[in-house]
């Protein structure tokens, strides 16, 4: 791409970067459905983020599983009214609380690799609500070794939903939009049956990765849900799509005249016609550009000797 790129050529390059995003999403959205990647400690919390996030932000997750099993230990438990105040010491930091492993020449991210050695988690078992003062969570959305250290302390197995960020589920992109399928007016709560309809587009996109190397056993879900779809057929009858007309004559309100009385005009050509009106300043680089004759008989600027008024006016004077 450059400036003098068309704009043929800028849709050609822009589809181009477009398609090998979506072939890199398409890529890690099958590898966090479909793989399995290896657990490092005996934490029930980090099985929960297995089956949660994706591949690439669990490895992130289970980075601070690992330091908070390794590094963390308690320091000081204090009982308050409504909440639990922990003092967590991590033994991975030393250097006036640097981490050991910190880059600190350049690297962008330093702020978010910085590791206080001594952190205050605060945590009430009533509410399940839980904030430490490293503030990893609220600047990047998963919880630090801190926090993960002291819910096992307590015994918590999975993550607390108010603390599960959308943005790096494994299905915070569905195949298709459940509320396509409904009205909420006709269906008692929409949540639910979103939350049903995810489920079951869930499983039958998990049983076919599953057979997606073995041809016979792919043919035979094939013929499980066709058998399936015959069933819901037969009970509730064919559901009627709408062509392309019906469509539109929905969407306007009046149906499809039968006889068509609107043409086109004929001999219509307004792509590229005309000339675009420039503004003052290409006016005066164009005439700025023009290569202006001089006369040879007066020296004035913007005619030759044969169009010369002077000459001409001497010449019937002579006559």
Known sequence: MSNSSTLVEFISFFETAMQIQRQVQSKNDHDSRYTIPKVVTDYEIEQHAVQLYTR????????????????????????????TEYTVMDRSVTNNGLANNLDKAGNPRA???????????????????????????????????????????????????KYVMKRWCIDVITLKDPNTYFDSNQVGSSEE???????????????????????EKLSSLKDTIRGLKDKAVEEMGNDHTLSKDEFIEGLVGIPKPDKVSVYCPNNLRSKGCGKRITNVREEAIKQQAVNHRTCSYCNEIGHNSRGCKVRKQKILEKN
Not at 63 to 79: E, F, L, P
Not at 132 to 150: A, K, P
Not at 194 to 209: C, F, L, R, S, T
């Open 56 to 83: 690439i932000f669990f490895g992130e997750v289970q980075g601070q599983i690992k330091a908070a099993s390794r590094y963390c230990m308690n320091y000081q438990v204090d009982h308050k009214n409504s909440f």
């Open 111 to 161: 702020f978010d690799e910085y590791i206080p050695a001594i952190s205050v988690v605060k945590y009430s078992e009533k509410s399940k609500e839980v904030t430490c003062d490293c503030r990893l969570f609220e600047r990047i959305g998963y919880f630090c070794r801190h926090i993960l250290y002291v819910l096992r302390m307590t015994n918590v197995k999975v993550i607390p939903n």
């Open 193 to 215: 049956f979103g939350i049903q309809m995810k489920e079951n587009y869930k499983m039958v996109d998990h049983a076919i990765g599953l057979y997606k190397d073995d041809p």
